[in-house]
């Protein structure tokens, strides 16, 4: 959703919000403390009014009107409305939020969760240095200090009644803290990244025998190859 300025569209995006940060905010690197934010259980909580108006509220700013903003927000609405399951035989209708295996289903939070966006950066008694969301997980290099930083925790707490938010911050910031597929440090005076795989991950890869054509097996080092230079900012 490219509209939206708080909204990463994936790790490149983010990759590349460090770097305008560390040009244009060098001067406050060395009071940061990095922190990331994850919204507890953002697609079942998102409150299907507060949703409905989220997108009827982009919707209307859009230069072509078609479809209506009407019929985009009926569709919308049978999309939730219409949420079954089965288990154990038993059906289940979801009555708030939204599943998240739906193709709208992303775009939709997102659009969601604008508005929260919006307020926690128009909040003067906060500096936000920086804040980027991907669905779910954000994060924000903190300027204001631990004391300042545990009352804004609290108050992002009391903005809606189902929209949670739980928080991580490195006490080392030359350790850094995870996100995304990064690893986020602080040295020399700059915020720098590098790879970072959950300890799950086997880095299990395409067996070369398999009847995969040729190109895509001999593929596989060049883009894992690119994706680690691409996210380490030190050789």
């Known amino acids: 959703v490219v509209e939206l300025p708080y909204?990463?569209?994936?790790?490149?995006?983010?990759?590349?919000?460090?770097?305008?940060?560390?040009?244009?905010?060098?001067?406050?690197?060395s009071n940061i403390i990095l922190v990331s934010w994850d919204i507890v259980a953002m697609f079942?909580?998102?409150?299907?009014?507060?949703?409905?108006?989220?997108?009827?509220?982009?919707?209307?700013?859009?230069?072509?009107?078609?479809?209506?903003?009407?019929?985009?927000?009926?569709?919308?609405?049978?999309?939730?409305?219409?949420?079954?399951?089965?288990?154990?035989?038993?059906?289940?209708?979801?009555?708030?939020?939204t599943a998240m295996g739906p193709h709208?289903?992303?775009?939709?939070?997102?659009?969601?969760?604008?508005?929260?966006?919006?307020?926690i950066n128009s909040n003067e008694d906060f500096t936000i240095a920086l804040w980027c969301r991907f669905k779910d997980d954000i994060f924000c290099p903190w300027v204001m200090g631990i004391e300042k930083l545990h009352e804004f925790?609290?108050?992002?707490?009391?903005?809606?009644?189902?929209?949670?938010?739980?928080?991580?911050?490195?006490?080392?910031?030359?350790?850094?803290?995870e996100y995304l597929d990064t690893r986020v440090y602080i040295k020399d005076s700059l915020i720098h990244t590098t790879l970072y795989t959950k300890p799950s991950d086997t880095h299990a890869y395409l067996n070369p025998n398999s009847c995969h054509p040729k190109h895509v097996c001999t593929n596989i080092p060049q883009g894992v190859a690119k994706r680690i230079k691409r996210i380490c900012s030190e050789e």
Request: proline share 3%; net charge negative.
């Open 153 to 177: 925790h609290a108050w992002i707490n009391t903005l809606h009644p189902k929209i949670k938010f739980t928080m991580n911050f490195a006490e080392d910031t030359s350790e850094g803290i």
């Open 7 to 29: 909204v990463l569209k994936d790790s490149s995006d983010f990759l590349y919000q460090i770097h305008k940060f560390n040009l244009c905010q060098s001067d406050k690197i």
């Open 104 to 119: 709208n289903a992303c775009s939709y939070a997102d659009i969601a969760m604008h508005p929260i966006d919006v307020i």
């Open 44 to 97: 079942p909580s998102i409150d299907n009014a507060m949703g409905l108006q989220a997108c009827e509220d982009l919707l209307k700013k859009r230069d072509v009107l078609f479809p209506s903003t009407t019929s985009i927000l009926e569709a919308t609405r049978i999309t939730f409305e219409n949420n079954i399951s089965f288990f154990n035989n038993v059906a289940y209708v979801q009555n708030n939020g």
